[in-house]
């Protein structure tokens, strides 16, 4: 196990940088999902950190070493790829003694660390198999398994590695990593562009767009307070409403608007306030922090309503639960608790 | 209850246009093959039923056992050279940019040239006295003729056929290792494997399906092979080069001999069907056979 460092890291393949630069640290032994859109330079940046690639700028520390001159193998890392990589004219086994027998191991510790390993995985029973004909889940599991088997594992890397598992075995292959996680006390990080995978997942998610990490954070703190507007779309479903507003104290359709940042935005940037569907409530009355808008549909979800409105020209959503009274077609309030909404300056959350 | 499904036989008229075809194409030339081979033809007229004699007689020909024995090691030393050869080439191949173009385009052009075109290539370029090859050796003091010398026809017509087909058993390798996904190197440089592991569990099992195809190929083709040594050697110096195809041409065209030369040719026939089973199913095995692996 090891704490992971980035400093400084980019990366540019030819003229254009897929990676932006980047000061970073991991801690040991905790679990990451690195979250973001397809090209946004996840894969880039998981592969920079198990040495696949070396970055164009920067270094790499695992427990303050500088290793980014090393080789991948020489990292002691464990890479498990979307699609299931198995040597498949080996047996089970063989595949995972495969990165053991490459470092000159003797047979006999060979087999004592392969079952070991199986046992863990449970692959016990699959060892004399060949690998070439077994279920994605269980080749999935026998690439974790070369990189666990040996000892000292720095860190276990993880690209979309339930992309093409079917959905009934997902939930449990993703138990079965978490389990993996608390017995072993491994360091994690879990690539994927699906936010319930990450954020059931981690303790902490690393929330990516364009080459950039926008924001490192609890689930629970990327939900309730995004630190930038790509976050605020990207988590949540549908995404955190963004209206429009004007200066000092901000003002949206001439009603000012208290938020919970309490910081002054930057003068000329272009300014939003930010709220989620579910803390936006709709009333038949004026007051503090009430917008004028028109509902213009709400639909039944069975637990709750999905409510569009149109505030200025900007429409918004809101997620009313069924507790509370059905909502009328038509002109109406728009609540915005002051702890619940935010001030955006040029798409970053202003504190 | 089930609904009764109409039932014709009209589908069959679809099916006609392919059966006539094949029917003209191979069924009819074959049988007539067969025909021959059962028949003394003594004129475009005249022909008398004789049965197995042919056979016999082809069987029992010496000439034609050397000249299998000749084809047999010729097929063998061909695929023990082009196939590795070709996997090498490959692997040595620039994989993208303009070289890996440029490195293609040449690997072809042996390809793109006519057949008695290449023999006649090697005709002139491996002659001692005004070829490039020939003189060359000649200068460094090797007593090389191909015309005279069987040893050295052997060679020359090995060599040729080396720079004929050798590239397409690199084309096609190549396109098998294109087609491996980048993860399994990456996973390989993880686990820490040498270039050599990397061939053997990586390359070489992902290669398997498309060797098969090549070296199926390359024993059809090498096992027919006929106009570049005709051009080359003309089958000498005295029967040194004259393999299977050229040995029944002779027969066939040279003396007039129709029926053992039918007879010939379906037995040569027989051989190749049977040559290509036999390691088409050998093959289809080796891969299976580590299955068991080296468990504990």
Redesign the interface.
Known sequence: MARIELIDVAHAYGQSWALKQMTLSWSDGGAYALLGPSGCGKTTLL?II?G?IAPTQGKILFDGRDVTAL???QRN???V???P?V?????V??NLA??LR??GWKEGEV?KR?HEIAEILELQSD??R?AHGLAADVKQKI?LG??LVRPDVAAVLFDEPLTVIDPHVKWLLRRQLKQLHQQLNLSLIYVTHDQTEALTFADRVVVMTQGEVVQVGTPEALFESPAHRFVGHFIGSPGMNFIACDGAPPRIEGVPISTSSTQQPEPGATLAIGIRPEYLQVHSLPGPNRVPAIVTSAQDQGTQWMVQLQIGKRTVWSKIRHTSEPVGIGPAFAYMPPDKCALYADDRRVA | MSVAKPVNQRAWWLVLPVLVSVAFSALIPLMTVVNYSVQDILSPSQSVFVGWEWYKEVLRDPELHSALVRQLIFSAAVLAIQIPLGIALALSMPREGWRSSLVLVLLAMPLLVPWNVVGTIWQIFARADIGLLGYVLTQMGFDYNYAQDPWDAWITVLVMDVWHWTPLVALLAFAGLRAIPEAYYQAARIDGASRWAVFRHVQLPKLRSVLMIAVLLRLMDSFMIYTEPFVLTGGGPGTATTFLSQYLTQKAVGQFDLGPAAAFSLVYFLIILLLCFVLYNFMKNVGADEQQGRSA
């Open positions: 592969n198990s696949l080789e991948p193998q890392i464990a890479q790829f979307q699609f990589v040597y498949d004219t080996m047996s086994y063989d495969f990165p490459n470092r087999r392969v060892l004399p060949r690439s070369r990189g």
